[in-house]
Protein backbone atom coordinates (compact mmCIF):
# COMPACT_ATOMS: atom_id res chain seq x y z
CA UNK A 1 0.00 0.00 0.00
CA UNK A 2 2.89 2.48 0.97
CA UNK A 3 4.26 1.98 -2.56
CA UNK A 4 0.90 2.54 -4.11
CA UNK A 5 0.51 5.50 -2.32
CA UNK A 6 3.94 6.64 -3.71
CA UNK A 7 3.18 6.05 -6.85
CA UNK A 8 -0.78 7.83 -6.73
CA UNK A 9 0.97 11.18 -4.85
CA UNK A 10 3.48 10.99 -8.33
CA UNK A 11 0.69 11.42 -10.39
CA UNK A 12 -0.86 13.79 -8.77
CA UNK A 13 2.90 15.74 -9.08
CA UNK A 14 3.01 15.49 -12.59
CA UNK A 15 -0.95 17.08 -12.78
CA UNK A 16 0.71 20.22 -11.52
CA UNK A 17 3.64 19.93 -14.52
CA UNK A 18 1.74 22.59 -16.66
CA UNK A 19 -0.02 25.69 -15.64
CA UNK A 20 -0.40 27.35 -11.88
CA UNK A 21 -2.88 24.80 -10.33
CA UNK A 22 -0.85 26.00 -7.29
CA UNK A 23 0.66 29.37 -7.53
CA UNK A 24 1.88 29.47 -4.07
CA UNK A 25 4.53 26.87 -4.87
CA UNK A 26 6.33 29.85 -7.28
CA UNK A 27 5.52 32.59 -5.77
CA UNK A 28 6.39 34.63 -2.75
CA UNK A 29 4.52 37.66 -1.60
CA UNK A 30 4.01 40.06 1.14
CA UNK A 31 1.71 42.94 1.80
CA UNK A 32 2.72 46.28 3.05
CA UNK A 33 0.49 48.38 5.50
CA UNK A 34 0.34 52.39 4.16
CA UNK A 35 3.38 54.78 5.23
CA UNK A 36 1.59 57.62 7.48
CA UNK A 37 0.64 60.78 5.48
CA UNK A 38 0.17 58.15 2.17
CA UNK A 39 -2.52 59.82 -0.61
CA UNK A 40 -5.70 58.27 -0.23
CA UNK A 41 -6.99 59.76 -3.84
CA UNK A 42 -10.45 60.64 -4.65
CA UNK A 43 -12.87 58.24 -3.82
CA UNK A 44 -16.01 57.49 -5.96
CA UNK A 45 -19.39 58.94 -4.96
CA UNK A 46 -21.43 56.75 -2.04
CA UNK A 47 -23.47 54.64 -3.77
CA UNK A 48 -26.66 55.18 -2.16
CA UNK A 49 -28.98 51.54 -2.22
CA UNK A 50 -29.77 50.50 -6.08
CA UNK A 51 -32.96 50.02 -6.78
CA UNK A 52 -33.54 46.40 -8.22
CA UNK A 53 -36.66 47.22 -9.92
CA UNK A 54 -34.91 49.86 -12.34
CA UNK A 55 -32.16 47.49 -13.13
CA UNK A 56 -32.77 45.10 -16.04
CA UNK A 57 -34.54 41.54 -14.80
CA UNK A 58 -32.37 39.08 -16.48
CA UNK A 59 -34.40 36.13 -18.03
CA UNK A 60 -33.64 32.60 -16.75
CA UNK A 61 -31.54 30.89 -18.90
CA UNK A 62 -32.71 27.95 -20.97
CA UNK A 63 -33.75 25.05 -18.11
CA UNK A 64 -30.94 22.00 -18.60
CA UNK A 65 -32.19 19.18 -19.69
CA UNK A 66 -34.23 17.09 -16.67
CA UNK A 67 -31.55 13.91 -15.13
CA UNK A 68 -33.09 11.77 -13.22
CA UNK A 69 -31.33 11.93 -9.17
CA UNK A 70 -30.46 8.82 -8.53
CA UNK A 71 -30.29 7.96 -4.77
CA UNK A 72 -26.75 7.27 -4.63
CA UNK A 73 -23.74 7.22 -6.69
CA UNK A 74 -20.13 5.24 -7.05
CA UNK A 75 -16.94 6.73 -8.53
CA UNK A 76 -14.30 4.24 -9.20
CA UNK A 77 -11.14 6.28 -8.85
CA UNK A 78 -8.64 6.66 -12.33
CA UNK A 79 -4.90 7.05 -12.46
CA UNK A 80 -3.53 10.12 -11.31
CA UNK A 81 -7.14 11.01 -8.89
CA UNK A 82 -7.12 12.73 -5.60
CA UNK A 83 -9.60 13.14 -3.05
CA UNK A 84 -10.24 16.22 -3.25
CA UNK A 85 -10.64 16.55 -6.87
CA UNK A 86 -12.95 13.89 -7.12
CA UNK A 87 -14.82 15.78 -3.97
CA UNK A 88 -14.59 19.06 -5.96
CA UNK A 89 -15.97 17.47 -8.90
CA UNK A 90 -19.37 16.35 -7.25
CA UNK A 91 -20.03 18.80 -5.10
CA UNK A 92 -18.50 17.43 -1.92
CA UNK A 93 -16.26 17.98 0.70
CA UNK A 94 -13.36 15.43 1.64
CA UNK A 95 -14.63 15.21 5.22
CA UNK A 96 -17.89 13.95 4.00
CA UNK A 97 -16.45 11.63 1.48
CA UNK A 98 -14.12 10.39 4.40
CA UNK A 99 -17.09 9.67 6.56
CA UNK A 100 -19.59 8.01 3.76
CA UNK A 101 -16.62 5.68 2.96
CA UNK A 102 -14.65 5.16 5.86
CA UNK A 103 -11.17 6.54 5.12
CA UNK A 104 -8.77 7.05 7.20
CA UNK A 105 -6.32 8.42 5.35
CA UNK A 106 -7.26 11.03 2.23
CA UNK A 107 -4.13 10.30 0.42
CA UNK A 108 -4.32 6.59 0.24
CA UNK A 109 -6.57 5.96 -2.92
CA UNK A 110 -6.06 2.86 -5.34
CA UNK A 111 -6.33 2.74 -9.37
CA UNK A 112 -10.09 0.81 -9.39
CA UNK A 113 -11.05 1.80 -5.89
CA UNK A 114 -14.95 2.64 -5.67
CA UNK A 115 -15.82 5.69 -3.99
CA UNK A 116 -19.26 5.73 -2.86
CA UNK A 117 -21.08 8.93 -3.05
CA UNK A 118 -23.51 10.79 -0.51
CA UNK A 119 -27.49 10.84 -1.88
CA UNK A 120 -27.42 13.82 -4.26
CA UNK A 121 -29.10 16.66 -2.76
CA UNK A 122 -32.54 17.26 -3.67
CA UNK A 123 -33.38 21.07 -2.91
CA UNK A 124 -32.31 23.33 -4.94
CA UNK A 125 -30.55 26.62 -4.67
CA UNK A 126 -31.23 30.36 -5.09
CA UNK A 127 -32.32 31.30 -8.67
CA UNK A 128 -31.23 34.96 -8.41
CA UNK A 129 -28.71 35.62 -11.38
CA UNK A 130 -25.83 38.30 -10.11
CA UNK A 131 -23.74 38.35 -13.36
CA UNK A 132 -24.56 37.13 -16.93
CA UNK A 133 -21.36 35.02 -18.35
CA UNK A 134 -20.02 37.63 -20.28
CA UNK A 135 -19.19 39.70 -17.06
CA UNK A 136 -17.21 36.67 -15.39
CA UNK A 137 -14.99 36.00 -18.21
CA UNK A 138 -12.73 38.57 -19.74
CA UNK A 139 -14.66 38.34 -23.00
CA UNK A 140 -15.93 41.31 -25.66
CA UNK A 141 -15.77 45.00 -23.54
CA UNK A 142 -13.40 43.54 -20.65
CA UNK A 143 -10.42 45.16 -22.04
CA UNK A 144 -11.76 48.67 -22.70
CA UNK A 145 -12.11 48.69 -18.73
CA UNK A 146 -9.29 50.71 -17.38
CA UNK A 147 -7.83 49.20 -14.75
CA UNK A 148 -5.58 51.79 -13.42
CA UNK A 149 -7.90 54.76 -14.12
CA UNK A 150 -10.35 53.40 -11.83
CA UNK A 151 -8.34 52.11 -8.73
CA UNK A 152 -6.64 55.76 -8.87
CA UNK A 153 -9.80 57.10 -8.20
CA UNK A 154 -10.77 55.16 -5.05
CA UNK A 155 -10.28 56.14 -1.16
CA UNK A 156 -9.55 52.48 -0.24
CA UNK A 157 -6.12 50.73 0.54
CA UNK A 158 -5.74 49.19 -3.06
CA UNK A 159 -4.67 52.39 -4.10
CA UNK A 160 -1.28 51.59 -2.07
CA UNK A 161 -1.36 47.94 -1.60
CA UNK A 162 1.98 45.79 -2.99
CA UNK A 163 2.90 42.54 -3.59
CA UNK A 164 5.92 40.45 -4.30
CA UNK A 165 5.43 38.21 -7.53
CA UNK A 166 8.51 36.29 -8.46
CA UNK A 167 10.82 38.32 -6.88
CA UNK A 168 8.95 41.32 -8.59
CA UNK A 169 7.31 43.81 -6.53
CA UNK A 170 3.91 44.51 -7.96
CA UNK A 171 1.15 47.04 -7.16
CA UNK A 172 -2.56 46.16 -6.81
CA UNK A 173 -3.23 47.22 -9.86
CA UNK A 174 -0.70 45.04 -11.66
CA UNK A 175 -2.09 42.13 -9.67
CA UNK A 176 -5.44 42.31 -10.45
CA UNK A 177 -4.05 43.21 -14.68
CA UNK A 178 -2.26 39.75 -14.34
CA UNK A 179 -4.43 37.97 -12.76
CA UNK A 180 -7.59 38.81 -15.30
CA UNK A 181 -5.22 37.90 -18.19
CA UNK A 182 -3.69 34.73 -16.87
CA UNK A 183 -7.48 33.54 -15.56
CA UNK A 184 -9.50 35.05 -18.19
CA UNK A 185 -12.01 36.57 -15.51
CA UNK A 186 -13.19 40.15 -15.98
CA UNK A 187 -11.16 42.73 -13.67
CA UNK A 188 -14.46 43.95 -12.52
CA UNK A 189 -15.75 41.10 -10.97
CA UNK A 190 -12.29 40.13 -9.19
CA UNK A 191 -12.77 44.09 -7.86
CA UNK A 192 -16.12 44.28 -7.03
CA UNK A 193 -15.01 40.48 -4.60
CA UNK A 194 -12.21 42.66 -3.45
CA UNK A 195 -14.76 45.35 -1.60
CA UNK A 196 -17.39 43.13 -1.04
CA UNK A 197 -15.04 40.43 0.88
CA UNK A 198 -12.80 42.84 2.72
CA UNK A 199 -13.49 46.77 1.62
CA UNK A 200 -10.07 47.23 -0.18
CA UNK A 201 -11.97 50.08 -2.63
CA UNK A 202 -13.16 51.50 0.37
CA UNK A 203 -11.56 51.57 3.39
CA UNK A 204 -8.19 52.93 3.61
CA UNK A 205 -7.02 50.41 6.85
CA UNK A 206 -8.77 47.33 6.55
CA UNK A 207 -7.49 44.86 9.82
CA UNK A 208 -4.78 42.50 9.31
CA UNK A 209 -6.92 39.83 8.33
CA UNK A 210 -8.67 41.77 5.68
CA UNK A 211 -5.20 42.90 4.20
CA UNK A 212 -3.52 39.31 4.14
CA UNK A 213 -5.98 37.28 3.06
CA UNK A 214 -8.45 39.72 1.13
CA UNK A 215 -10.46 37.30 0.08
CA UNK A 216 -10.46 34.85 2.78
CA UNK A 217 -8.75 31.86 1.63
CA UNK A 218 -6.83 30.38 4.41
CA UNK A 219 -4.10 27.57 3.97
CA UNK A 220 -4.62 25.36 0.68
CA UNK A 221 -5.27 21.25 0.79
CA UNK A 222 -1.39 21.21 0.04
CA UNK A 223 -0.72 23.00 3.21
CA UNK A 224 0.59 26.58 1.16
CA UNK A 225 -0.13 29.06 2.68
CA UNK A 226 -2.57 31.98 0.84
CA UNK A 227 -1.05 35.32 2.07
CA UNK A 228 -0.89 37.83 -0.33
CA UNK A 229 -3.33 39.58 -2.65
CA UNK A 230 -1.87 37.57 -5.73
CA UNK A 231 -2.66 33.95 -4.37
CA UNK A 232 -5.69 35.66 -2.70
CA UNK A 233 -7.11 36.36 -6.31
CA UNK A 234 -5.58 33.53 -7.91
CA UNK A 235 -7.02 31.49 -5.71
CA UNK A 236 -10.78 33.51 -5.81
CA UNK A 237 -10.51 33.25 -9.80
CA UNK A 238 -9.38 29.25 -10.11
CA UNK A 239 -12.75 28.90 -8.00
CA UNK A 240 -14.90 31.35 -10.08
CA UNK A 241 -13.83 28.90 -13.05
CA UNK A 242 -14.46 26.15 -11.66
CA UNK A 243 -18.08 26.98 -10.73
CA UNK A 244 -18.42 28.34 -14.66
CA UNK A 245 -16.47 25.65 -16.30
CA UNK A 246 -17.86 23.09 -14.03
CA UNK A 247 -20.76 24.07 -14.92
CA UNK A 248 -21.14 24.17 -18.40
CA UNK A 249 -18.74 21.50 -19.19
CA UNK A 250 -18.16 18.60 -17.02
CA UNK A 251 -21.84 18.39 -15.08
CA UNK A 252 -21.41 20.01 -11.65
CA UNK A 253 -24.45 20.38 -10.06
CA UNK A 254 -24.69 20.93 -6.96
CA UNK A 255 -22.11 22.43 -4.04
CA UNK A 256 -21.59 21.55 -0.08
CA UNK A 257 -21.68 24.32 2.44
CA UNK A 258 -19.56 24.43 5.97
CA UNK A 259 -22.51 23.09 8.06
CA UNK A 260 -22.83 20.31 6.01
CA UNK A 261 -26.05 21.58 3.81
CA UNK A 262 -26.03 20.37 0.53
CA UNK A 263 -27.89 21.91 -2.52
CA UNK A 264 -28.28 21.40 -6.16
CA UNK A 265 -27.42 24.44 -8.55
CA UNK A 266 -30.80 25.94 -9.44
CA UNK A 267 -31.23 24.63 -12.87
CA UNK A 268 -32.16 27.95 -15.12
CA UNK A 269 -29.10 29.76 -13.84
CA UNK A 270 -26.49 30.83 -16.23
CA UNK A 271 -22.85 29.65 -15.68
CA UNK A 272 -21.35 33.56 -14.38
CA UNK A 273 -23.71 33.59 -11.59
CA UNK A 274 -22.99 29.48 -10.30
CA UNK A 275 -19.34 30.22 -10.83
CA UNK A 276 -19.78 33.07 -8.66
CA UNK A 277 -22.33 31.52 -6.25
CA UNK A 278 -19.34 27.96 -5.80
CA UNK A 279 -16.80 30.93 -4.70
CA UNK A 280 -19.04 32.24 -2.60
CA UNK A 281 -20.03 28.72 -0.89
CA UNK A 282 -16.39 28.27 0.12
CA UNK A 283 -15.63 28.99 4.25
CA UNK A 284 -19.45 29.72 4.41
CA UNK A 285 -22.63 28.20 5.91
CA UNK A 286 -26.34 27.93 3.73
CA UNK A 287 -27.74 31.27 5.96
CA UNK A 288 -24.62 32.94 4.99
CA UNK A 289 -24.53 32.11 1.38
CA UNK A 290 -27.99 32.48 0.75
CA UNK A 291 -27.64 36.44 1.98
CA UNK A 292 -24.43 36.08 -0.26
CA UNK A 293 -26.02 35.33 -3.60
CA UNK A 294 -29.32 37.02 -3.20
CA UNK A 295 -30.21 40.59 -4.26
CA UNK A 296 -28.74 42.70 -1.02
CA UNK A 297 -25.35 40.38 -1.47
CA UNK A 298 -22.45 40.82 -3.78
CA UNK A 299 -25.18 42.01 -6.33
CA UNK A 300 -25.41 45.48 -4.55
CA UNK A 301 -21.58 45.82 -4.33
CA UNK A 302 -21.26 45.34 -7.81
CA UNK A 303 -23.98 47.36 -9.17
CA UNK A 304 -22.95 49.99 -6.66
CA UNK A 305 -19.35 50.55 -8.42
CA UNK A 306 -19.96 49.13 -11.99
CA UNK A 307 -23.64 49.38 -12.55
CA UNK A 308 -26.26 46.98 -14.12
CA UNK A 309 -24.04 44.03 -14.78
CA UNK A 310 -26.60 42.64 -17.57
CA UNK A 311 -26.73 46.24 -19.56
CA UNK A 312 -25.00 46.07 -23.35
CA UNK A 313 -23.40 42.65 -22.55
CA UNK A 314 -22.82 39.83 -25.49
CA UNK A 315 -24.63 36.91 -24.63
CA UNK A 316 -24.12 33.96 -25.47
CA UNK A 317 -20.26 34.45 -25.13
CA UNK A 318 -19.53 31.45 -26.84
CA UNK A 319 -22.46 31.29 -30.03
CA UNK A 320 -24.31 27.93 -30.28
CA UNK A 321 -22.63 26.20 -33.55
CA UNK A 322 -19.03 27.66 -33.30
CA UNK A 323 -16.45 26.29 -36.09
CA UNK A 324 -12.70 26.14 -35.30
CA UNK A 325 -10.91 27.67 -38.25
CA UNK A 326 -8.10 25.84 -39.34
CA UNK A 327 -5.10 24.69 -37.76
CA UNK A 328 -1.53 22.55 -37.93
CA UNK A 329 0.48 21.74 -35.01
CA UNK A 330 2.34 24.04 -33.54
CA UNK A 331 5.57 23.03 -34.60
CA UNK A 332 7.34 22.75 -37.83
CA UNK A 333 6.59 21.14 -40.83
CA UNK A 334 8.91 17.96 -40.92
CA UNK A 335 9.72 17.65 -37.34
CA UNK A 336 8.50 14.73 -34.61
CA UNK A 337 7.38 16.12 -31.15
CA UNK A 338 5.76 14.05 -28.29
CA UNK A 339 2.11 14.52 -27.11
CA UNK A 340 2.75 14.15 -23.45
CA UNK A 341 -0.25 16.11 -21.95
CA UNK A 342 -4.10 15.10 -22.52
CA UNK A 343 -6.86 17.56 -21.98
CA UNK A 344 -6.40 19.79 -18.65
CA UNK A 345 -7.03 22.99 -17.28
CA UNK A 346 -6.27 26.21 -19.50
CA UNK A 347 -4.83 28.10 -16.78
CA UNK A 348 -5.23 26.51 -13.51
CA UNK A 349 -7.20 23.39 -12.40
CA UNK A 350 -10.34 25.09 -12.18
CA UNK A 351 -10.40 26.79 -16.03
CA UNK A 352 -11.73 24.35 -19.18
CA UNK A 353 -9.52 21.13 -20.07
CA UNK A 354 -8.85 23.42 -22.85
CA UNK A 355 -4.83 22.42 -22.75
CA UNK A 356 -2.71 19.58 -24.18
CA UNK A 357 1.14 19.57 -24.22
CA UNK A 358 4.05 18.63 -26.63
CA UNK A 359 7.28 18.17 -26.13
CA UNK A 360 10.05 18.98 -28.64
CA UNK A 361 12.28 16.39 -29.94
CA UNK A 362 16.03 16.98 -27.98
CA UNK A 363 18.61 14.65 -27.16
CA UNK A 364 17.77 14.93 -23.51
CA UNK A 365 21.10 12.89 -22.88
CA UNK A 366 22.82 16.13 -23.58
CA UNK A 367 21.20 18.33 -20.90
CA UNK A 368 22.13 18.43 -17.34
CA UNK A 369 18.03 19.23 -16.06
CA UNK A 370 14.69 18.25 -17.22
CA UNK A 371 13.97 21.93 -17.37
CA UNK A 372 16.08 23.32 -20.20
CA UNK A 373 16.04 25.96 -23.36
CA UNK A 374 14.66 23.52 -26.27
CA UNK A 375 16.81 23.96 -29.32
CA UNK A 376 13.64 23.28 -31.38
CA UNK A 377 10.75 26.18 -32.08
CA UNK A 378 7.38 26.34 -31.11
CA UNK A 379 5.58 27.50 -34.53
CA UNK A 380 2.14 29.44 -35.39
CA UNK A 381 -0.27 27.16 -35.59
CA UNK A 382 -2.80 29.34 -37.92
CA UNK A 383 -2.18 33.12 -39.07
CA UNK A 384 -2.61 35.77 -36.65
CA UNK A 385 -1.22 38.74 -34.76
CA UNK A 386 0.81 38.09 -31.88
CA UNK A 387 -1.57 39.90 -28.83
CA UNK A 388 0.45 39.49 -26.07
CA UNK A 389 3.72 38.19 -24.69
CA UNK A 390 4.95 37.73 -21.29
CA UNK A 391 6.71 35.47 -18.69
CA UNK A 392 6.77 32.43 -20.49
CA UNK A 393 3.36 33.27 -22.48
CA UNK A 394 3.04 33.81 -26.16
CA UNK A 395 -1.37 35.19 -27.06
CA UNK A 396 -1.67 34.57 -30.88
CA UNK A 397 -4.69 35.91 -32.17
CA UNK A 398 -6.44 34.53 -34.94
CA UNK A 399 -8.80 37.39 -35.92
CA UNK A 400 -6.01 39.81 -36.00
CA UNK A 401 -7.50 42.92 -34.39
CA UNK A 402 -4.88 42.67 -31.28
CA UNK A 403 -7.86 42.24 -28.61
CA UNK A 404 -7.65 38.87 -26.77
CA UNK A 405 -10.70 39.38 -25.44
CA UNK A 406 -12.40 38.79 -28.73
CA UNK A 407 -12.66 36.24 -31.68
CA UNK A 408 -10.53 32.87 -31.41
CA UNK A 409 -6.89 33.26 -29.20
CA UNK A 410 -4.42 30.27 -28.56
CA UNK A 411 -2.55 30.56 -25.96
CA UNK A 412 1.36 28.80 -25.65
CA UNK A 413 2.92 28.74 -22.36
CA UNK A 414 6.43 28.21 -21.19
CA UNK A 415 7.96 29.77 -24.02
CA UNK A 416 11.60 31.10 -23.61
CA UNK A 417 12.13 34.69 -23.55
CA UNK A 418 15.10 34.61 -26.04
CA UNK A 419 13.78 34.43 -29.22
CA UNK A 420 10.42 34.63 -28.07
CA UNK A 421 8.30 36.36 -30.64
CA UNK A 422 7.22 40.08 -30.12
CA UNK A 423 3.32 41.36 -29.08
CA UNK A 424 2.41 43.14 -32.69
CA UNK A 425 3.89 40.88 -34.97
CA UNK A 426 1.65 39.32 -37.57
CA UNK A 427 2.41 35.84 -38.53
CA UNK A 428 1.31 33.28 -41.16
CA UNK A 429 1.39 29.34 -40.42
CA UNK A 430 4.68 27.83 -39.18
CA UNK A 431 5.89 31.34 -38.80
CA UNK A 432 8.47 31.19 -35.28
CA UNK A 433 7.22 31.76 -31.68
CA UNK A 434 9.73 30.54 -29.25
CA UNK A 435 12.13 27.95 -27.92
CA UNK A 436 9.63 25.83 -25.48
CA UNK A 437 11.21 25.89 -21.83
CA UNK A 438 9.83 25.40 -17.95
CA UNK A 439 9.62 29.29 -17.87
CA UNK A 440 6.16 30.75 -16.70
CA UNK A 441 3.50 28.76 -14.75
CA UNK A 442 4.61 26.08 -13.19
CA UNK A 443 6.69 23.11 -15.19
CA UNK A 444 9.21 20.23 -13.63
CA UNK A 445 9.79 19.57 -17.57
CA UNK A 446 10.47 21.32 -20.89
CA UNK A 447 7.70 21.13 -22.58
CA UNK A 448 4.80 23.63 -24.56
CA UNK A 449 1.60 23.82 -23.29
CA UNK A 450 -1.02 25.26 -26.03
CA UNK A 451 -4.85 26.04 -25.42
CA UNK A 452 -7.78 27.74 -27.12
CA UNK A 453 -10.02 31.00 -26.46
CA UNK A 454 -12.96 32.26 -27.79
CA UNK A 455 -14.08 35.41 -26.60
CA UNK A 456 -12.46 34.71 -23.49
CA UNK A 457 -13.86 31.58 -22.93
CA UNK A 458 -11.78 28.86 -22.26
CA UNK A 459 -12.73 26.19 -25.34
CA UNK A 460 -12.17 22.43 -23.77
CA UNK A 461 -10.08 20.64 -25.94
CA UNK A 462 -12.58 17.52 -25.96
CA UNK A 463 -15.96 18.18 -25.02
CA UNK A 464 -17.01 14.26 -24.09
CA UNK A 465 -18.75 15.95 -20.67
CA UNK A 466 -20.76 18.50 -22.29
CA UNK A 467 -24.28 18.85 -20.96
CA UNK A 468 -26.47 19.31 -24.22
CA UNK A 469 -26.67 23.01 -25.63
CA UNK A 470 -22.52 23.34 -24.25
CA UNK A 471 -21.06 21.43 -26.94
CA UNK A 472 -17.82 22.73 -28.07
CA UNK A 473 -15.71 22.27 -30.86
CA UNK A 474 -12.75 19.97 -30.41
CA UNK A 475 -9.43 20.77 -31.00
CA UNK A 476 -8.42 19.77 -34.39
CA UNK A 477 -4.90 20.18 -35.67
CA UNK A 478 -3.92 19.11 -39.41
CA UNK A 479 -6.55 16.82 -39.14
CA UNK A 480 -5.85 14.92 -35.65
CA UNK A 481 -8.82 15.35 -33.42
CA UNK A 482 -8.09 15.63 -29.68
CA UNK A 483 -10.47 13.13 -27.39
CA UNK A 484 -9.89 13.18 -23.83
CA UNK A 485 -10.80 10.26 -21.26
CA UNK A 486 -13.87 11.40 -19.20
CA UNK A 487 -13.28 12.72 -15.58
CA UNK A 488 -9.33 12.13 -16.18
CA UNK A 489 -7.34 15.57 -16.36
CA UNK A 490 -3.98 14.96 -18.79
CA UNK A 491 -5.76 11.43 -20.17
CA UNK A 492 -6.63 11.18 -24.00
CA UNK A 493 -5.62 10.24 -27.16
CA UNK A 494 -5.44 12.28 -30.92
CA UNK A 495 -7.52 10.52 -33.87
CA UNK A 496 -6.85 10.90 -37.82
CA UNK A 497 -8.47 7.77 -39.28
CA UNK A 498 -7.56 5.22 -38.68
CA UNK A 499 -4.07 6.71 -36.77
CA UNK A 500 -4.31 7.23 -32.98
CA UNK A 501 -1.93 8.52 -30.53
CA UNK A 502 -1.81 8.23 -26.61
CA UNK A 503 -0.94 11.21 -24.39
CA UNK A 504 2.06 9.73 -22.38
CA UNK A 505 5.10 11.30 -20.90
CA UNK A 506 8.45 10.47 -22.17
CA UNK A 507 10.33 9.96 -25.58
CA UNK A 508 10.52 6.20 -25.25
CA UNK A 509 7.02 4.86 -27.64
CA UNK A 510 6.41 5.72 -30.83
CA UNK A 511 2.17 5.63 -29.55
CA UNK A 512 2.97 9.82 -28.90
CA UNK A 513 4.64 10.85 -31.98
CA UNK A 514 3.48 12.60 -34.16
CA UNK A 515 4.29 15.17 -37.34
CA UNK A 516 2.93 16.03 -40.33
Not at 37 to 45: C, D, I, R
Not at 196 to 215: F, I
Request: proline letters at 7%.
Amino acid sequence: MRNLAIAILMLALAALACVRDQPEVIVITATFLPEPGAPQGTPLPVMPPVDTGTLIVPTADPTRVAVAIPSAEEYVVQPGDTLSGIAAANGVSVVTLLQVNDLLNPDQLEVGQVIQMPAPPRDEGSEFKIVPDSRMVRGPGSGGFNVTEFISRQAGYIRIATDMVNEEMLTATEVVERVALEYSIDPRLLLALLEYKSGWLSNPQPDDAARTYPMGAQASPFGFDRNGLYRQLTWAADQLNYGYYGWKNRGLNSVEFTDGTRLRFANSLNAGTVGLQFLLSQYNDFYTWQQQVGADGFYRTYTGYFGDPFAGVVDPVVPVGLEQPEMMFPFPQGDTWFYTGGPHGGWGSGSAWAAIDFAPPDDVSLVSSACYMSEFYATALAPGVIARTDEGTVILDLDGDGDESTGWTVLYLHIAAQDRIAAGTTVRIGDQIGHPSCEGGFSNGTHMHIARRYNGEWIPASCDSCPQGQQRPPFVMDGWTVVGFTGQEYQGIMLKGGDRRIAEQGRLITENQLSW
